[in-house]
């Protein structure tokens, strides 16, 4: 595995602060995490195409849409976590 330079000195500097406990154990939860997420959007994929779609697939630009919507949606809840606000998207 390969890591940016800068990736891997701000992850160091978080074990050596104390904050985490490993480069190893910060990889790990991260790709958990990605995982996981990844696991809940097919979810939600398959439950709006049976619920709300009767079935019918959703298209390619539909899918990108959504994709779009959901990273407008995590940078406006990271803007407002940066300045202090409500932490939900």
Not at 28 to 40: G, K, L, P, Q, Y
Not at 65 to 74: C, E
């Amino acid at each position: 595995m390969t890591l940016d330079p800068e990736v891997l000195d701000a992850l160091q500097r978080l074990v050596s602060d104390g904050k985490e406990t490993s480069v190893s154990s910060v990889i790990n939860e991260t790709m958990r995490s990605r995982v996981e997420r990844m696991r809940h959007a097919e979810e939600a994929r398959r439950y709006i195409e049976e619920h709300l779609l009767d079935g019918e697939s959703l298209t390619d630009d539909e899918m990108i849409a959504a994709r779009q919507a959901l990273a407008a949606s995590k940078v406006r809840t990271a803007g407002r976590r940066a300045r202090g606000g409500a932490t939900a998207a």
